[in-house]
């Protein structure tokens, strides 16, 4: 027999249409104390997930940072293009070498500025050169002639210059004086204008003994004379080695030009056979100043 229900124990089955779960399935409605216990459990997976996504995420950072600053300290941006010391949009930052400025970027700079013993050595060298170029374009824009510089060989100058003295000479049609014949005041329109250099009368040339290309001379310009002239009339007898022009060398004077002499020398250079009459166009500069000693620096060259 089956039994019908009957007595004090409740029905099992609930009612149709009083399904607590509202699916209408009969399944048996889920424990209180079930539902909390399954929600922790998740809970606890999710934020230890959560606190590995941080730590890795913390790590990529450093490396990152790690990286930027490698990447600054080589001058390298981001991107791998060279930096130029700016973070973004703002003013430029600063990161720059303890070593100076970079002589790839900047070589110039560099060069200028840097404090290594060669470079050092190699820009003094330059700055000198510089120099000595500046003071030879000067002194060439006032002279008008190059060389404008030449050093005496011997003593037939005497005591007005010295041997191993450096000259500084000009073109003879600069700065000329009062009575200058082709720019150059002889001894005798010295004495008629009072135009004087070193030490007497008249103007000191450096010329090309014959016109040719040997040692140059630097003497006194005397007297000018003409093409046939007689000159030996108007000479100074004491520099003559004879007392009429026939026993006088380059008398008569065979072309127009300037009778010469050292200040120190007993005879005329026309006389001694030093040179002929100097024309004009054989005259390479005009004394002005001296300097004592330094032309044995330029001899010494010369010898090389």
């Known amino acids: 027999m089956t039994d019908a229900g009957t007595g004090d124990e409740p029905d099992r089955d609930p009612p149709d249409g009083d399904d607590p779960a509202g699916d209408g399935d009969g399944g048996p409605e889920p424990s209180p104390d079930t539902a909390p216990a399954a929600d922790a459990g998740s809970g606890s997976d999710a934020d230890a ?23 600054s300290r080589r001058g390298v941006a981001s991107d791998g293009s060279p930096s130029n010391g700016t973070d973004g949009d703002g003013p430029p930052t600063n990161r720059a070498n303890d070593d100076g400025p970079d002589p790839r970027e900047e070589p110039v700079t560099w060069f200028l500025k840097s404090d290594n013993e060669g470079v050092a050595a190699v820009r003094d060298l330059l700055s000198t050169v510089a120099l000595v170029a500046l003071v030879g374009l000067v002194l060439f824009a006032v002279s008008g002639i190059w060389p404008p510089l030449v050093a005496v060989e011997s003593g037939s100058m005497e005591p007005h210059m010295e041997k191993n003295d450096l000259v500084f000479i000009v073109d003879e049609g600069r700065f000329a004086g009062d009575g200058a014949v082709h720019g150059v005041v002889t001894y005798q329109r010295g004495q008629e204008t009072g135009v004087r250099s070193f030490g007497s009368y008249g103007d000191v040339i450096v010329f090309e003994p014959d016109g040719s290309d040997g040692v140059p001379i630097i003497h006194r310009a005397r007297f000018y004379v003409e093409e046939d002239e007689e000159w030996v009339d108007r000479a100074n007898a004491e520099y003559l080695r004879g007392d009429t022009c026939e026993e006088v060398r380059n008398c008569p004077a065979p072309h127009d030009g300037f009778i010469t002499k050292g200040d120190a020398t007993p005879y005329y250079d026309q006389v001694a056979g030093r040179t002929t009459v100097v024309k004009s166009e054989w005259i390479k500069g005009r004394a002005e100043v001296r300097v004592p000693w330094l032309g044995w620096v330029r001899l010494q060259f010369a010898k090389l």
Request: charged share 40%; hydrophobic share 45%; aromatic share 0%.
């Open 49 to 71: 997930a959560s606190g590995e996504r941080a730590d890795a995420a913390t790590a990529d950072a450093d490396t990152a940072l790690a990286a930027d600053e490698e990447r």
